[in-house]
């Protein structure tokens, strides 16, 4: 398994760019950086390949902190811009063999993040901004501008 979400840009990028809020938004990953490390999984020529994780607790990538065997020869690679239409992340069509896109109801998905952020003890003020001004958008972004994929899933 291979997240997206460890490719984020640390907060002391996103800090000064005034896009913190916005975290988990396309323009707040290292795309290129995802790609090389799509490329090198997919060359299979190495025979460990550490790759980050996204440690939510700290709120912040760790790198190397998941090793890939080079022998693994089927990679689940999970996040909401991979499918994006929109460039730099349509360049990664080209690595994936198959995609799938799960579709979730908003209410459905409404429910699931409120459980989410109050898991990470956000006040009831706090969660209403992350799912309005970040969490739905981004969602929304994902519904409209994906690219077709290969099989379509409701959950």
Excluded at 86 to 98: A, K, M
Excluded at 104 to 132: C, H, N, S
């Amino acid at each position: 398994m291979l997240a997206m979400d460890g490719y984020h840009y640390d907060d002391l990028v996103l800090v000064p760019l005034g896009k913190r809020a916005r975290k988990g938004a396309p323009d707040t990953f290292d795309v290129a950086g995802l790609r090389h490390m799509l490329g090198r999984l997919r060359a299979g020529d190495e025979a460990l390949v550490a790759v980050p994780v996204f440690d939510r607790s700290l709120e912040i990538a760790r790198a190397g902190a998941r090793l890939i065997g080079g022998a693994v020869r089927i990679i689940i690679v999970e996040g909401n811009w991979l499918l994006l239409a929109q460039e730099p992340w349509d360049s990664l069509r080209p690595l994936f063999d198959l995609t799938v896109l799960i579709e979730v109801p908003e209410a459905t998905l409404r429910q699931r993040l409120t459980a989410r952020w109050q898991g990470y003890g956000l006040t009831p003020d706090e969660i209403a901004q992350k799912i309005e001004g970040n969490d739905l958008p981004n969602a929304r972004l994902v519904a409209g501008a994906s690219i077709t994929p290969d099989y379509r899933l409701t959950a």
